[in-house]
C-alpha cells in the first residue's frame, strides 16, 4: 500500500487567535482549500471544537468522500481517517507558532495511504501540491489576497 507524506510550512500575516480559529472552522475549508469539494462537523467535543467530519473532495483520479476524526491542542490540531473511499488511511497536523508582531508560522503535515496505481513521481508531486495549495489557500483568506 503506497503512503505519500509532504511537510511545508508559510507565514502568515494574522492573529494567532485567528490562525487557530480558520483551521479549526473545518466546515469552511472549501472556502479556502480548493480541493475541498464538501465539508460537514459531524460531532463535535463539549468545547465546541470539531470531532469528527465528513468530506467530499476533488483528487488527480476522481472524487474522494472521507471521514476524518480531530484532536486539539493549544497550538495544533491533529487528524485521523475514521473511513475513507480512493484512501486507506490519512493523518495531518497544522502545528502554529507565534512569530510576533501579529504574524503565525503555520507548518502543515500530510500523510496519505492508498491503493492507487501510480508511479511514485507522480504521487510525490501531487502530494505536495496538495499541500501547497492547502497552504496559499490559507494565507490568501486570512490575509484577504485573492487565491
Same mark, same amino acid.
Given at each position: 500500500?503506497? %503512503?505519500d507524506?509532504?511537510?511545508?510550512?508559510?507565514?502568515?500575516?494574522?492573529?494567532?487567535?485567528? !490562525?487557530?480559529? %480558520? $483551521?479549526? +472552522?473545518?466546515a469552511?475549508?472549501?472556502? *479556502?482549500?480548493?480541493? $475541498?469539494l464538501?465539508?460537514?462537523?459531524?460531532? #463535535?467535543? +463539549?468545547?465546541?471544537?470539531?470531532?469528527?467530519?465528513?468530506?467530499?473532495?476533488?483528487?488527480?483520479?476522481? /472524487?474522494?468522500?472521507? #471521514?476524518l476524526?480531530?484532536?486539539?491542542?493549544?497550538?495544533?490540531?491533529? *487528524?485521523?481517517?475514521?473511513?475513507?473511499?480512493?484512501? #486507506?488511511?490519512?493523518e495531518?497536523?497544522?502545528?502554529l507558532?507565534?512569530?510576533g508582531?501579529?504574524?503565525?508560522?503555520? /507548518?502543515?503535515?500530510?500523510?496519505?495511504?492508498?491503493?492507487?496505481?501510480?508511479?511514485?513521481? $507522480?504521487?510525490?508531486? !501531487? $502530494?505536495?501540491?496538495? !499541500?501547497?495549495? %492547502?497552504?496559499t489557500?490559507?494565507?490568501?483568506?486570512?490575509?484577504?489576497?485573492?487565491?
Amino acid at each position: 500500500m503506497p %503512503t505519500d507524506s509532504s511537510t511545508q510550512n508559510v507565514e502568515i500575516d494574522a492573529a494567532f487567535e485567528d !490562525v487557530l480559529a %480558520t $483551521i479549526r +472552522d473545518v466546515a469552511s475549508q472549501p472556502e *479556502w482549500i480548493p480541493e $475541498i469539494l464538501e465539508a460537514e462537523v459531524l460531532s #463535535t467535543f +463539549d468545547t465546541g471544537l470539531p470531532q469528527t467530519a465528513r468530506f467530499k473532495a476533488k483528487a488527480t483520479v476522481g /472524487t474522494d468522500r472521507y #471521514t476524518l476524526s480531530y484532536d486539539h491542542t493549544d497550538d495544533a490540531m491533529s *487528524w485521523t481517517m475514521l473511513s475513507g473511499v480512493l484512501q #486507506t488511511g490519512q493523518e495531518g497536523l497544522y502545528t502554529l507558532t507565534p512569530l510576533g508582531s501579529g504574524r503565525v508560522r503555520v /507548518t502543515y503535515e500530510l500523510t496519505i495511504h492508498h491503493n492507487l496505481p501510480l508511479p511514485g513521481f $507522480i504521487r510525490s508531486r !501531487v $502530494i505536495r501540491g496538495l !499541500v501547497a495549495s %492547502t497552504l496559499t489557500g490559507l494565507k490568501s483568506h486570512l490575509e484577504g489576497a485573492p487565491v
